[in-house]
C-alpha cells in the first residue's frame, strides 16, 4: 500500500470517529438534558406535594366551606374570596365564595368585565366551615362568625381579634395585597392561574396598592403584577388601574352615610372601640369637598355603630404622593386625634391633613393602637 492511500485511509478513520463522536456527544447532551428536566419535574412535584402537606389537617366538619372576606367588602377581598374558592376547587375541596356584603362600584365594574358573577352574600356564619380572607377581626367579619367552624385564614393584616380552638391553616405575609399571597399560594401548590383568575387577582393588586405605589408594596406585588398581567392578555396596566380607580371615585348615587359604609371598618384596642371609614378623592380640592360633606353624616353613623371614636379617611394619590384627610365625629374624637398624631400638617377646621399620608392599615391602626395602649381608657 502506497503512502498516499495510508494518507487517504487516515483521513477517511479520522472523520468517521470525529462524526461518531459527535453524534454520541449530541445524543448524550440530549439525553442529559431531558435527565435533567424529568430531575427538575420531580423536585418540582416534590415541593408542591410538601407544600400541599399544609392542607392534610383541614378541619372540616361538613363536606363544603365558605371563603369569605370583611365587611364594606372592596376588590382586593371580592376577588380573593373567588380566587381561593377555585384554587380550592381545583385540589378537590367544595370551596364556595361568598361575600359579607354588597359589592362596590369597583367590584361591579370588574366583575362584570371579566364576566364573573357576584358570590353570594353570606348573612350568617354560625355553624359553617368558614376561611377568610383579607381579615382577621371579629368586628369586620360576616356576622356571627364566632359562632362559625373557622378553618383557615389567608390574610395581609396584622393579628387581630379571631380565635381557634381547633389546628386552622393560616397564611399571613406582610404585602401589598392579599391577592399577591394568593396568586403565590397558587404557585406553591402547583395550580396554573388561568386567564379569567389572572385578570381578576390583577385588578385587586392594583387596586389594593394603588397602582404599587402603597407603601406596603413588595417585590412579590410587582412579579404577581407583570406575570399576571401577561397571562391576562397583555393588560397595559396604568390605564387598567386608572380605569378602576374612576369607577372607585364615582360615589354616584349614593348617600353621604352609604359612601362612610362603603369602606368602614372597626377595630378595638385596650378596650377602645373605634371605627374609620375609607374614602378617595381624585385631588385635594375634591377632599376637601367630600369632607365637608362626610362631616355632616359621621353623627348618624355613630349612633349605629357601638363605638367610642369614630373617623372618616379620605386618601387622594397624585403621581405617587399619598395624602390623607381625617374628619373627627366629636370632640372626644378629635381630642384623640390631635394628642396621637401631633405631626398633622393643617387642621382646616373639618380635616386633619397628613401630607405624607396615614394610611389605615400601615398607620392610623397601629398609631391608635400604641396611644390608647399607653393612655388607658377612663
Not at 85 to 90: G, K, T, V
Amino acid at each position: 500500500m502506497n503512502y498516499r492511500k495510508i494518507c487517504l485511509y487516515g483521513l477517511l478513520a479520522f472523520i468517521v470517529l470525529t462524526c461518531t463522536g459527535y453524534i454520541t456527544y449530541n445524543a448524550g447532551q440530549k439525553n442529559g438534558s431531558s435527565l435533567a428536566e424529568e430531575s427538575y419535574r420531580e423536585e418540582r412535584e416534590y415541593l408542591y406535594k410538601l407544600n400541599r402537606s399544609e392542607l392534610e389537617h383541614l378541619d372540616l366538619k361538613s363536606d363544603r366551606f365558605y371563603v369569605i372576606g370583611h365587611k364594606s367588602p372592596d376588590l382586593d377581598t371580592v376577588v380573593s374570596a373567588i380566587a381561593t374558592a377555585r384554587l380550592f376547587s381545583a385540589l378537590g375541596y367544595n370551596a364556595i365564595p361568598a361575600i359579607a356584603d354588597n359589592l362596590d362600584f369597583e367590584s361591579q365594574y370588574i366583575l362584570e368585565k371579566a364576566g364573573v358573577s357576584a358570590p353570594e352574600i353570606l348573612y350568617d356564619a354560625s355553624g359553617l366551615d368558614i376561611l377568610l380572607v383579607d381579615h382577621n377581626e371579629y368586628n369586620q367579619a360576616v356576622d356571627n362568625l364566632i359562632d362559625a367552624h373557622i378553618i383557615g385564614i389567608i390574610d395581609h393584616h396584622g393579628l387581630g381579634t379571631v380565635t381557634t380552638g381547633n389546628v386552622v391553616y393560616v397564611n399571613s405575609r406582610p404585602i401589598g395585597a392579599v391577592a399577591t399571597n394568593i396568586w403565590l399560594t397558587y404557585l406553591n401548590f402547583g395550580v396554573e392561574v388561568d386567564e379569567n383568575t389572572a385578570y381578576l387577582l390583577l385588578a385587586a393588586i392594583l387596586s389594593d396598592t394603588g397602582n404599587l405605589g402603597g407603601s406596603l408594596t413588595t417585590e412579590a406585588d410587582k412579579e404577581a403584577v407583570s406575570v399576571l398581567s401577561k397571562i391576562a392578555g397583555g393588560e397595559d396596566t396604568t390605564s387598567f388601574y386608572k380605569e378602576m380607580y374612576a369607577e372607585k371615585l364615582s360615589y354616584k348615587g349614593m348617600t353621604e352615610e352609604e359612601i362612610l359604609l362603603a369602606d368602614y371598618k372597626e377595630y378595638e384596642a385596650s378596650g377602645v372601640k373605634f371605627g374609620i371609614a375609607l374614602a378617595n378623592a381624585i385631588d385635594e380640592e375634591n377632599a376637601a369637598k367630600l369632607a365637608k360633606r362626610l362631616e355632616g353624616a359621621l353623627p348618624a353613623v355613630y349612633s349605629q355603630k357601638n363605638v367610642d371614636l369614630l373617623f372618616a379617611e379620605i386618601s387622594i394619590r397624585e403621581e405617587g404622593v399619598k395624602i390623607d384627610y381625617i374628619i373627627p365625629c366629636d370632640e372626644y374624637s378629635k381630642k384623640v386625634m390631635m394628642d396621637a398624631f401631633p405631626d398633622y400638617d393643617e387642621y382646616d377646621e373639618t380635616s386633619f391633613i397628613f401630607r405624607k399620608g396615614l394610611g389605615r392599615k400601615t398607620k392610623f391602626v397601629p398609631g391608635l393602637t400604641d396611644f390608647l395602649a399607653s393612655h388607658p381608657h377612663e
